[in-house]
């Protein structure tokens, strides 16, 4: 399932995000506009096929009724015994009637009327027709005359055309109320029809618009997780850029922005730790050097060695020859001290003409000879170029890392001012 999920994410990623949101408007839209339009069309059609079974209702049973009514008023004898009243239209009645059945002959199907039921209505109407033809006509002069014999055998008559009438207008009746209750039931179906489809096609919708939202309120969760751990310090924070959409591309761009922030960082951290003159880490750096190199040898007990190196009468050198001389005589230090030292040795700019070597694993004596060693070395290149100056050395160092940085640098410092006093262009020992 979760697998499914990623395909489909993976599938709408590939399009934009003003895409995706087009298309959730029209997995919402579509659906219901089709759905409206279809429910109104049935409601319609239910509300005029109603309309039209009434009509039919009414057009039907009326003029049964009223014959039914007008032979009830003849078997009464009210028609026969008021001369001056006018003898309703029977054979415009029964013809209304005829007229009624012939339709409904060719179309009682079309209209959902049971043709059972229509059959037996057409045949009662069939066999009460010929006795409601001149019934009343017969009853009048009869009744008239006083011929009371004829008369009740027209009344009988009379008492079973209107039977007749009755059943012809039950078997009509059945046939309507059936087809009334069919009627119901399709439009039972049809609203169920209508609600499944709107529940069927509200879920598709909201389930099409979960996983459009979720494709793009996830990515901009990662991205915003990104961000803040970039902001938090985290540079190998990465965003994903998988997906070909504008998310994708955020991402690829803050990816972008975090690898040049880091290359930035880099290059102002060796700025920060070098020295602009000599190339060699600046103060800040070889202290840093030096607290590294400390906090290693405490873990192993070993010693670290530092050497602090001033430039002898450097001030001579800049007011002889010129500063840019001074700055070449550093320059040409720096080159013999980082040439000199061994691999895991470190010198740096410690300020104007001081210099301080950091030896890792170095003993107190080890360092001493180092100093010495680079004393001499020094000393030799300056006797042949007077713009060359000496150097004096302080030596201190550290067993297990137990000594500050402070009290190493400053005992270093001690001893190089005793190698001044001493007379310069030599090691002191602190
Ligand atoms: N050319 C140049 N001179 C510098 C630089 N930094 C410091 N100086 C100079 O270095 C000189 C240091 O002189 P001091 O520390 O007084 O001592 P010194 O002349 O070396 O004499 P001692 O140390 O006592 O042997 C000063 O004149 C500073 O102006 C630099 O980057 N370039």
């Known amino acids: 399932m979760k697998r499914t999920l990623c395909k489909v994410e993976s599938l709408l990623r590939r399009l934009s995000v003003g895409k995706r949101l087009a298309l959730a408007v029209a997995v ?29 209702a009414v057009t039907l049973l009326v003029p049964l009724a009223t014959l039914e009514y007008d032979l009830q008023r003849a078997l009464t004898d009210v028609l026969a015994a008021e001369t001056g009243e006018s003898v309703p239209d029977y054979g415009g009645l029964t013809g209304a009637i005829d007229r009624l059945f012939s339709q409904l002959a060719g179309t009682a ?19 009460a027709r010929p006795a409601i033809e001149g019934l009343v006509e017969q009853a009048r002069p009869l009744h008239l005359a006083g011929d009371t014999p004829g008369f009740a055998s027209v009344r009988r008559r009379l008492a079973s055309a209107i039977g007749d009438l009755q059943q012809v207008q039950t078997h009509l009746s ?21 609600v499944g489809a709107w529940g069927v096609t ?10 459009i939202v979720h494709s793009i309120v996830r990515p901009v969760r990662a991205l915003g997780r990104t961000v803040q751990r970039l902001g938090a310090g985290d540079l190998t924070a990465r965003a994903d850029t998988d997906a070909g959409d504008e998310l ?9 922005m975090a690898r040049h922030f880091v290359a930035w960082k880099r290059v102002t951290e060796d700025a920060a730790n070098q020295d602009a003159l000599t190339g060699l880490p600046n103060r800040r750096g070889i202290l840093a050097a030096l607290e590294a190199a400390l906090a290693a040898s405490a873990a192993t007990q070993g010693s670290v060695g530092v050497l602090m190196i001033d430039v002898d009468r450097f001030k001579t050198i800049n007011d002889q020859y010129g500063h840019a001389a001074g700055d070449q005589a550093l320059n040409w230090v720096a080159q013999v001290l980082s040439s000199q030292l061994r691999g895991d040795d470190q010198v740096g700019r410690y300020a104007g003409d001081e210099f301080l070597a950091v030896l890792p694993g170095a003993g107190h004596e080890e360092a001493r000879q180092i100093a010495e060693r680079l004393c001499e070395r020094v000393i030799q290149s300056a006797r042949s170029d007077p713009r060359r100056p000496t150097l004096t050395l302080g030596v201190a160092a550290s067993r297990g890392g ?4 402070e009290a190493l640098i400053a005992a270093a410092d001690r001893a190089l001012y005793r190698g001044k006093q001493a ?6 020992i602190g």
């Open 402 to 405: 137990e000594a500050s940085a």
């Open 174 to 194: 059945t046939a309507i109320k059936r087809r009334a209750a069919r009627a119901v039931q399709t439009q039972q179906r049809q609203l169920e029809w209508l």
């Open 423 to 428: 007379g310069r262009g030599r090691v002191g």
């Open 28 to 56: 919402l839209v579509v659906p219901m506009t089709v759905l409206i339009v279809v429910s109104v069309l049935v409601l319609e059609r239910q509300e005029a096929r109603l309309h039209r079974s009434v009509e039919e």
């Open 202 to 211: 509200l879920l598709i919708a909201t389930a099409g618009l979960v996983l």
């Open 248 to 256: 994708g591309a955020v991402a690829g761009y803050l990816n972008a």
């Open 109 to 127: 199907s079309d209209r959902d009327l049971p043709p059972q039921s229509v059959a037996r209505a057409r045949s009662a109407w069939q066999s």
